[in-house]
């Protein structure tokens, strides 16, 4: 209930965004584990614990964590690769069937995912033209080789792969890296998506392409009025990437809003720890790296039996009492700004 | 480079002149590393930066010897000069020095009172010194830590088991306690608990096994260390951890390092000085801070303009357009020129050499035709650079 609030009160903020397109809420997802022994408690990976957010159309949001902070899997179940365990998920407003089947297919015509890989998520056995006819056959855009190979020639143009001619006839090994995942973004738009979740597009990629492929994707959300989910650990290319931000730390969004503030102004500890860990040649000026010491060290816990209360308390330089006892609940700090930390909890969360 | 030579010569640990490794494959000689000349200080960090492909890991391979066919080195010559007088070089090569136990301080180099020059050291051409020689030159004087280093433990031995091993093959006349101990320190050295000695590789954390790795490396005190990517494969607050260890032992040891990444940003905090490579050349090479401030070759910039920044206003940005050439068939000329939104006529001729930039008292050195000292036009500012730079952006759609 109080998320909706939220989210009503964030639409408010910002009056000229539309409706979410793609709402997540309470998300979890536990992944079993497997155990010798029968009568053993069960366990299983917590790998996401209480998510909730909206991407907008023609609005991009970065997910912004560690490997291991669950920010694969919330693409993943967004995708509907994974079921989630519990959780709800809306898209325009209508909440989504978790059953496989014809629903899944409506669903996918809407939200793709771009893979991390474009090594591994194209078939080396087949040429462009098969990856891009397929969904076009599948989804019914093209009813006989004219259209498909019309529509399929249309999308190479798009990703800014010319001449497209001769694309169409090539196989994966036969593409650099950038031109592959040129490939993987034609074939996620293949089926004219509302959302594309993009799960650390350029991270396999050259320094020097990956802003191509970034500028790409901003062209096609501003264009298309895609909603797009940005999922990096790399910081830096969230702030030039999205408007919005999302911070995970093992499994938990910690905190969540317009990127330069978050990344100017970080007010979760794992936040701030994450900007001042990051690569930045601008601190050169300032100090060294030496006398610039961490705030915390350590690395994200075992999700199978992870912290009581804010899964951040044991590295946390601020950790309270009450931080391994309860988990915190969203904060909300104005602006479309929310974290979920005990620093800024009023009564109102403690009591929660 | 202009100024102060003796103090450079004198403290010169590295001398790489025009080294050539080419992979010869059935379809065609691919020229890897082409006439690379570098000196690295003693206590320098020397980051070398590039795309993939650019050649940056074959050279470390090469410095090492550890390139194995098809790889050929054609060229050059890597002298190394050693840390103490001919007399204890020919010792060390014997295998019978005797071992350092104490891990945080580096065997005194003048334990005859002298002070080391290291000119008079004999330089050994890496690439002429007998198997015998190399086998005492590695891991004594020059480690590696490898790119995939979570993968480079044994998982069947335990940490501490690897480090002693390194300790028995080179130092065979210590005694086991005294290995023991040596492990010890360089486990605390690298800020790893020592009861972890026990502990196998899957035991350990990603940050933790790549620390046991770099303690392995310094299990000898050497001169060098190359490191090939030792951060890539790790979160960034671990990283920062990593780099941080880094800096700190290079104070406390006095190593050099040659560190090898693609990712710039981070050297501009870590090197001392920076090699920007491609194609197989150093096309720039410049103190980090000089290098940030003021790249001068367009593909520097256009490297540095590939990462965007934490703070500042927010730009669009262009990255390079185009991908690295087949290293096959190189361009001729400049190999950058078909990538360069600077090019002009001489650079698909002439093949531009490592010049000074400026008069000034700066090392910054760049092979570009825009620099030429005889060529009328003036130099291109960094604002020239970004304005051609964009424009090529907004030719081609993106």
Not at chain 2, 348 to 370: F, G, I, K, Y
Request: with cysteine.
């Amino acid at each position: 209930m109080e998320i909706l609030d939220q989210s009503a009160a964030a639409a408010m903020n910002a009056p000229d965004q539309s409706q979410p397109i793609l709402e997540v809420e309470h998300l979890r997802k536990i992944f079993p584990v497997r155990q010798l022994n029968p009568l053993g408690i069960k366990q299983g990976v917590h790998a996401v614990e209480d998510a909730s957010f909206a991407l907008y159309p023609g609005r991009a949001t970065a997910l912004v964590g560690e490997s291991g902070s669950g920010k694969t899997t919330v693409a993943r179940v967004l995708a509907r690769l994974y079921e989630p365990t519990s959780g709800v998920l809306r898209f325009r407003g209508d909440p989504v069937k978790l059953a496989g089947g014809k629903s899944l297919q409506t669903y996918r015509r809407h939200v793709q995912l771009i893979f991390q890989d474009p090594f591994s998520s194209l078939n080396p056995v087949h040429t462009v033209r098969y990856h891009l006819g397929r969904p076009l056959r599948i989804y019914g855009y093209a009813h006989n080789a004219a259209q498909e190979r019309e529509q399929a020639l249309a999308l190479l143009n798009r990703v800014s792969l010319s001449p497209a001619e001769q694309f169409l006839e090539k196989y994966p090994h036969q593409l650099s890296g950038g031109q592959r995942q040129r490939v993987a973004i034609a074939r996620a738009l293949a089926v004219r998506p509302a959302v594309l979740l993009a799960d650390e597009p350029v991270s396999m990629l050259d320094v020097s392409i990956r802003l191509d492929i970034l500028n790409l994707l901003l062209r096609l959300k501003d264009e298309e009025r895609l909603a797009l989910l940005f999922i990096t650990h790399d910081i830096a290319s969230a702030r030039y990437f999205a408007e919005d931000v999302l911070v995970m730390y093992a499994g938990q969004m910690v905190e969540g809003g317009p990127t330069d503030e978050v990344i100017q102004q970080p007010k979760h500890p794992y936040t701030s720890l994450l900007i001042s860990a990051a690569p930045d040649p601008a601190r050169l000026t300032a100090d060294n790296l030496s006398s610039a010491p961490l705030p915390a060290r350590g690395e994200i816990p075992s999700l199978i039996r992870p912290p009581s209360g804010c899964r951040f308390h044991p590295r946390c330089p601020h950790a309270m009492p009450v931080c391994s006892q309860r988990v915190p609940q969203r904060t909300d700090l104005g602006n479309g700004r929310w974290t979920n930390c005990f620093l800024y909890g009023d009564g109102n969360n403690l009591g929660s | 480079m202009v100024s102060n030579k003796q103090s450079n010569s004198a403290s010169t640990l590295l001398d790489v002149r025009h080294l050539h490794v080419d992979y010869l494959a059935a379809n065609g000689t691919v020229h890897a590393v082409t006439d690379v000349s570098f000196m690295l200080g003693r206590g320098e960090i020397l980051g070398l930066a590039g795309e993939s492909g650019s050649g940056k890991s074959t050279l470390a391979y090469a410095i090492t010897r550890l390139l194995r066919p098809p790889a050929m080195i054609t060229g050059g010559e890597i002298l190394y000069y050693q840390r103490a007088h001919p007399a204890d070089a020919v010792s060390r090569i014997s295998f019978s020095r005797l071992p350092s136990s104490n891990g945080t301080h580096k065997q005194s180099p003048n334990q005859s009172g002298e002070p080391p020059v290291a000119g008079t050291g004999q330089a050994v051409d890496i690439l002429q010194v007998s198997p015998t020689q190399l086998r005492a030159l590695r891991w004594n004087d020059l480690a590696i830590v490898f790119q995939s280093a979570m993968n480079a433990l044994n998982p069947v031995m335990s940490v501490g088991a690897q480090i002693m091993d390194v300790l028995r093959a080179h130092r065979p006349d210590m005694n086991p306690d005294s290995r023991r101990q040596r492990a010890l320190d360089l486990l605390r050295l690298v800020g790893i608990a020592p009861d972890r000695l026990r502990s196998y590789p899957h035991e350990l954390s990603g940050g933790m096994r790549q620390r046991a790795i770099i303690a392995i490396a310094l299990a000898l005190s050497p001169e060098i260390i190359i490191m090939d990517e030792p951060t890539t494969a790790l979160d960034v607050v671990v990283q920062r951890e990593i780099l941080t260890e880094i800096v700190h032992l290079r104070e406390t040891l006095n190593f050099s390092v040659i560190f090898i990444t693609h990712d710039l940003s981070l050297l501009l905090e870590l090197a001392d000085n920076i090699a920007i490579m491609y194609a197989g050349r150093i096309v720039e090479k410049a103190a980090g801070q000089e290098l940030y401030r003021r790249p001068r070759h367009p593909y520097s910039y256009g490297l540095l303009n590939s990462f965007p920044a934490l703070h500042g206003p927010r730009r669009k940005m262009s990255g390079i357009p185009g991908s690295p050439p087949d290293l096959r068939a190189v361009p001729t000329g400049c190999a950058f020129h078909p990538r360069c939104p600077l090019a002009f006529a001489a650079c698909s001729v002439d093949l531009p050499p490592l010049r000074p930039v400026t008069t000034e008292d700066s090392e910054q050195v760049v092979a570009c035709h825009l620099y030429h000292p005889a060529s009328a036009a003036e130099p291109p500012t960094i604002a020239d650079m970004a304005a051609k730079y964009e424009a090529l952006a907004e030719g081609s759609k993106v």
